[in-house]
């Protein structure tokens, strides 16, 4: 009797395969960024500072410090009020990720090197490779950065405090700032009634009659609606003077430490932190003032001239950053395209989105030409220099930092529903980029500083059209596009402006004109021709750019342009 053969095994269903899907890439930030690259060697910066910035990009593009970047956003900071006895201590308590970030952005000189020696230029570059990374640190850098120019105003400050400001280590203890190794400054100019309108501030500092090294000590009664990184050793702020004999002497700048000189705590206590759409791993506070003591910076009454030497940096900053941002949204949306099989070929293969790809590689490189420019007017000791930055930070600042949610929504939209997910990087950049327009004045108050620049005289005009002129004789529509802007420019008002109010309403449209025949001036002179020419084609063009990506020429070489943004040899 033969046996009965065994039953067939049943037949098993893989269900969840995962293929054609693109892990994401560790790349040294700096090596695959020949835009980059390409800048530093045209603004001159050394080799071995190129060496230095190859070593931070392959750091902050490392799995490790990315890690620490996913950490830093998703577990927060927390306002700690009270200590376990019920002493009031508004601490700010951060995950260990937070650190990490801080310890290597400080030891980089991020917040310092131009002050000892550096070069904006380099500090430039470095602070767009580490926004890449993260972007919450990058606030207490900036403003620490930032107010050297205003601390300067008081010497004996600046004495005690700028050595612990240039200092590369990176100290969270909350200590007075003389029992630290490193120091780190903030900045509370917002209140709930003013916004923007600074001069509308309630919060009161009144003289003591008290001196001591530092100065008068005038105590400060108020609050302040935005109160960046309260965790710093001290902030800036401004504040409504009242002199000795009582008399109101206008709206002055206040240096307010954390800790008193007897070591004990300014009264300067914590409402909340805010609930922020992005830049999560930052601490942003509500604040009110008990009698804090704080020092002046400055004359009493010109508190917003003063604090204006410290605006130009931080809007330098905000300009910086969106252009990191903008490269690193663009490098994970290369890497997906490249990787991503879809209707038999590769998505960076396809038509269609070859045009979406290389529409936000000519943004990215703009961005990245534009900012470094724009650094190196403040490495420059040239009274020309100095008026076009005034003129550019101000038009760059808007027109980037306006352009960065378009990029970042279509970026994402590359990768479909992976690049939505909070699994993923991108929706996290997404949710960064309105900060830079939003912070150190959104995009009304920044285009009326630009008409503030043009009104004072003609020198930041005649400047920029020497820097246009460079490009003159290269391409028809840059020179007749610049052409115009220069007439208008060199005319305030222009001849087809009626009125101030027309004047103002089309200040956006003039600052964008500003910032875009700049970016063509810079990539006709340096950019390979494919990308120079595409620009113009797509930028100058009557109505400006398109409202979207993706709407490049039929014969633009969108292949040459994705290759030079995303190199061979990227993931």
Request: charged share 20%.
């Amino acid at each position: 009797m033969k046996p009965e053969p065994e039953a067939a095994a049943p037949q098993r269903f893989v269900t969840h395969r995962v293929h054609n899907v693109a892990p994401r890439a560790y790349v040294n930030l700096y090596d695959s960024d020949l835009a980059l690259q390409s800048a530093l060697a045209v603004f001159g910066v050394s080799l071995q500072d190129c060496a230095m910035l190859r070593e931070r990009g392959q750091e902050w593009g490392a799995q490790e410090m990315q890690e620490h970047a996913r950490l830093a956003n998703q577990y927060g900071p927390r306002h700690l009020p009270y200590d376990s006895v019920g002493n009031r201590i508004d601490e700010i308590e951060f995950h260990p990720a937070w650190h990490a970030l801080m310890r290597s952005l400080i030891a980089s000189g991020a917040h310092a090197a131009p002050w000892d020696g550096g070069s904006h230029v380099t500090r430039g570059a470095l602070y767009l490779l580490y926004g890449q990374l993260e972007n919450g640190s990058q606030c207490p850098v900036t403003m620490t950065f930032a107010s050297v120019a205003a601390l300067q105003a008081n010497p004996a400050l600046a004495r005690d405090w700028l050595p612990k400001i240039l200092s590369r280590e990176y100290d969270p203890r909350s200590l007075p700032a003389q029992q630290k190794n490193g120091v780190l400054l903030g900045m509370g100019m917002t209140e709930k009634q003013g916004g923007s309108d600074v001069r509308a501030n309630s919060t009161r500092a009144c003289a003591s009659g008290v001196q001591d090294e530092w100065g008068m000590q005038y105590r400060i009664i108020g609050h302040k609606w935005f109160f960046s990184a309260p965790q710093c050793d001290a902030h800036l702020i401004l504040a409504q003077s009242v002199d000795e004999s009582g008399q109101e002497a206008g709206l002055s700048c206040y240096f307010v430490p954390r800790y008193l000189r007897n070591g004990q705590r300014n009264p300067i206590l914590v409402q909340r932190l805010k609930d922020k759409l992005g830049n999560r791993s930052n601490a942003s506070s509500e604040v009110e003032f008990q009698e804090a003591i704080g020092y002046p910076l400055g004359p009493s009454g010109r508190g917003v001239a003063t604090i204006m030497e410290m605006g130009s940096l931080t809007r330098l900053d905000c300009v910086l950053g969106s252009a990191g941002i903008l490269r690193a949204a663009l490098s994970i949306a290369m890497q997906h395209a490249h990787m991503r099989q879809a209707f038999g070929k590769a998505l960076a293969q396809q038509p269609l989105m070859q045009n979406v790809l290389a529409d936000l590689a000519l943004e990215s490189e703009a961005a990245t030409w534009f900012a470094l420019r724009l650094a190196h007017c403040f490495d420059a000791d040239d009274a020309a220099e100095k008026a076009l930055a005034r003129l550019l930070t101000a038009a760059g600042k808007y027109w980037l930092c306006k352009r960065g949610p378009a990029f970042g929504a279509e970026a994402m939209e590359v990768l479909g529903g992976n690049g939505y997910v909070e699994e993923g990087v991108l929706a996290r950049l997404y949710r960064e980029l309105p900060v830079n327009s939003i912070w150190e004045g959104s995009g009304n108050v920044i285009c009326l500083d630009v008409l503030r620049v043009l009104a004072k005289g003609p020198a930041p005009q005649l400047a920029l059209q020497q820097e246009l002129k460079a490009a003159q004789g290269r391409n028809a529509q840059f020179d007749a596009y610049s052409k115009t802007l220069c007439e208008d420019l060199l005319q305030t008002p222009p001849a087809h402006i009626e009125n101030q109010a027309q004047q103002e309403f089309g200040a956006r449209e003039l600052a964008m004109r500003i910032v875009l025949a700049l970016q063509a001036s810079l990539l006709l002179r340096h950019a390979p021709r494919f990308v120079a020419q595409a620009f113009i084609h797509s930028r100058l063009r009557d109505g400006g750019p398109a409202a979207c990506f993706g709407g490049l020429d039929f014969d633009t070489d969108c292949a040459a342009i994705i290759a030079r943004a995303w190199p061979a040899g990227a993931p």
